[in-house]
Nanobody, 123 residues
Framework: VQLQASGGGWVRPGGSLTLSCAAS????????IAWFRQAPGKEREGVSI????????RYIDSAKGRFTIAKDDAKDTVYLQMNNLKLEDTAIYYC?????????????????WGQGTLVTVSS
């Protein structure tokens, strides 16, 4: 079982990036998947969640209206479209699989973290 995040990079403030989280060993249609991030010197925080059926999504307040989580079950991939990026969005972004309810933004309820992908927002 593995999750591999990709798609990070450098972008100017106001720019956009789309992150991908590819699953192997299980199907994203069977589990809730979340994106977390960890900025330098800060604790890891949850960013967005998508339910196994894709019918329920959640975002932290700072991401609402700017980020969109979606998934393609046929590709076993979850995406995070990030628009209007801000300096404070700079972080390593991880995707993880929920292992225990409730599937909220508590990181200990997730496993299979993977290596993450770095997003740098700077001018």
């Amino acid at each position: 079982v593995q999750l591999q995040a990709s798609g990070g990079g450098w972008v100017r403030p106001g720019g956009s990036l789309t992150l991908s989280c590819a699953a192997s060993g299980f199907t994203v249609a069977s589990r809730t998947i979340a994106w977390f991030r960890q900025a330098p010197g800060k604790e890891r925080e949850g960013v967005s969640i998508i339910s196994s059926l894709g019918t329920t999504t959640r975002y932290i307040d700072s991401a609402k209206g700017r980020f969109t989580i979606a998934k393609d079950d046929a590709k076993d991939t979850v995406y995070l479209q990030m628009n209007n990026l801000k300096l404070e969005d700079t972080a390593i972004y991880y995707c993880a699989r929920c292992k225990e309810y409730p599937c909220d933004f508590v990181s200990r309820r997730y496993d299979n973290w993977g290596q993450g992908t770095l997003v740098t927002v700077s001018s």
